[in-house]
């Protein structure tokens, strides 16, 4: 194809070097007759608005000459092209692989670029500025799950927690109070819970409601892929709540339930009471609260039933000396979003729609066995033998949460 001398010289009217361009790309043209030009507008962080080249094509790393400028131009100023501020540390990391490669650099893993437009971006966000919401964006920076993790504070100034975190900063987390900063989020964790004092229960329920009529759907909205994990209380009322108001699948709307019940419990039949269980796991399920009931996995004859009642109960004596402060509900919180963002397919003890098991009926959530992957919950560990008892309880559960939420106002 012919060089276009004068349509790129008109391309490049407002251009300050377009002669000495015309010249290197009349160049590049006797070996790469295929490539194409045009000018486009870019957007910068000053709100400036600038024309420049673009050039479409393969040029191999051999060729040394305007690519390697136009490299450090761009590194002087980034574009922001369609990228939020915080992705300007990739902007600068993927130019500087670039420029490895015009300087012929054949180890294209070193930066693990080579797969740059596979890579999948681990986002989450945390919904709720107190010091629950402060535990999670601990508990997760942490254990380094996320590649970015927005803290969604939505209430008047800064106090306490979030005052620190202001100060000192935490890698890749980004405190914001717009919703829409948590757009494409992989796990979006509600910890939002009102704080009502001389009002009935029913009367704080509805307060979160109100909250959450005005957050759901539109954190729904920015991210409708992602799996919501509730953490608000009461989390079995607040969960179908979650997932009345949103429209995402049930698979996708889960409470943090009875995972710390569950992995407590575990570590104290484990650890403390020193019991040979054989790898039988063991399950907190149900309502939390006094409620809760344990159950047990695996086959029977690897341990009696009733050596399991008197063992879990011992268990569950010790357990509810515990406490749950909001750091442990954030190290809870944060084993559950190991497992949904890493695609474990772990089994957690989470509220999920129990509706169809042990004989319920109804639209509530409860805690139950569940086996977390990156796209929710996949599979309900179902009981294989019979279990009057924890029927009875979980039917119990069932009936005065159902009759809790018919008085809500969604």
């Not at 989020?185 to 979160?208: C, M």
């Not at 033998?385 to 008085?407: F, I, M, N, P």
Request: aromatic share 8%; charged share 20%.
């Amino acid at each position: 194809m012919d060089f276009d001398c004068e349509g790129l010289r008109r391309l490049l009217c407002k251009y300050k070097f377009r002669d000495l361009t015309v010249e290197e790309l009349k160049n590049v043209n006797m070996f790469f007759p295929h490539f194409r030009y045009s000018m486009d507008t870019y957007v910068f962080k000053d709100d400036s608005q600038k024309d420049l080249l673009n050039f479409t094509g393969t040029i191999p790393v051999m060729y040394q000459g305007l690519i390697k400028e136009m490299i450090a131009k761009f590194q002087e100023e980034l574009p922001l092209y369609s990228l939020s501020r915080s992705d300007e540390a990739r902007q600068v990391d993927l130019l500087a692989y670039i420029a490895k490669i015009t300087e012929g650099v054949s180890d294209i893993n070193s930066k693990n670029w080579a797969n740059y437009e596979n890579k999948t971006v681990k986002k989450i966000t945390v919904v709720g500025g107190g010091e629950l919401g402060v535990a999670c964006t601990l508990a997760i920076s942490a254990k380094g799950l996320a590649d970015r993790l927005v803290l969604l504070d939505l209430s008047e100034g800064t106090k306490g927690g979030m005052m620190d975190l202001h100060i000192f900063n935490l890698p890749n987390v980004e405190i914001s109070k717009d919703p829409s900063a948590s757009a494409h989020s992989n796990v979006v964790i509600f910890t939002v819970n009102s704080l009502g004092n001389s009002q009935s229960y029913l009367d704080v329920v509805q307060r979160n409601v109100d909250m959450f009529r005005a957050l759901v759907p539109a954190l729904g909205h920015h991210s409708p892929n992602s799996v919501l994990l509730v953490a608000s209380q009461p989390v079995e009322v607040m969960t179908y709540v979650a997932w009345k108001l949103s429209a995402f699948p049930a698979t996708r709307v889960i409470g943090i339930g009875c995972n710390l019940d569950s992995q407590r419990l575990q570590y104290i039949i484990t650890n403390v009471l020193k019991a040979q269980t054989s790898g039988s796991p063991v399950w907190v399920i149900g309502e939390q609260g006094e409620d809760k009931v344990t159950k047990w996995g695996g086959q029977e004859e690897v341990m009696s039933r009733n050596a399991q009642v008197q063992l879990s109960g011992r268990a569950m004596e010790l357990l509810r000396e515990k406490g749950q402060r909001s750091w442990s509900v954030g190290l809870s919180v944060a084993d559950l979003v190991d497992s949904l963002i890493n695609d474990k397919k772990k089994v957690h003890s989470v509220s999920v729609l129990a509706k169809g098991y042990y004989d319920i009926n109804s639209e509530v959530f409860l805690s139950l066995p569940c086996i977390l992957g990156a796209s929710g919950v996949s599979e309900v560990i179902r009981s294989t033998g019979k279990e009057d008892r924890v029927t009875e309880k979980l039917q119990g559960s069932a009936s005065s949460l159902h009759d809790l939420q018919q008085q809500l106002k969604l």
